[in-house]
Nanobody, 124 residues
Framework: QVQLVESGGGLVQAGGSLRLSCAFS????????LGWFRQAPGSEREFVAA????????YYADPVKGRFTISRNTARNMVYLQMNSLKPEDTAVYYC?????????????????WGQGTQVTVSS
């Protein structure tokens, strides 16, 4: 069984930065693709970024390319989302997700496990 716990959300001004963290507990961390998704009020959950299982490839949604970076620390079983140049439209609850031998898909239903989410609010 895999459990994911996000942290690092908060309130930041436009143009600022935040780093989200996701603690992975369970077996075979490197066998899981790890993704970040977000959901704003009244909107569907949308893909933000993902790290393919094994950690050698990363993928980003167009709105965050060049601003967000996903990384993973195998020694600590952690995955991070560094968010720079934040915009008010980045405001959402951010979720960490894991997919066994996955991580290439931007589709939420391809992920097996989810964290509880962390709120990110960007003020203008």
């Amino acid at each position: 069984q895999v459990q994911l716990v996000e942290s690092g959300g908060g309130l930041v001004q436009a143009g600022g930065s935040l780093r989200l963290s996701c603690a992975f507990s369970g077996r075979s961390f490197n066998a899981y693709g790890l993704g970040w998704f977000r959901q704003a009020p009244g909107s569907e959950r949308e893909f933000v970024a993902a790290s393919r299982w094994g950690g050698r490839s990363s993928y980003y949604a167009d709105p965050v390319k060049g601003r967000f970076t996903i990384s993973r620390n195998t020694a600590r079983n952690m995955v991070y989302l560094q968010m720079n140049s934040l915009k008010p439209e980045d405001t959402a609850v951010y979720y960490c997700a894991a997919a066994y031998q996955g991580g290439e898909s931007p589709t939420p239903d391809q992920y097996d496990y989810w964290g509880q989410g962390t709120q990110v609010t960007v003020s203008s």
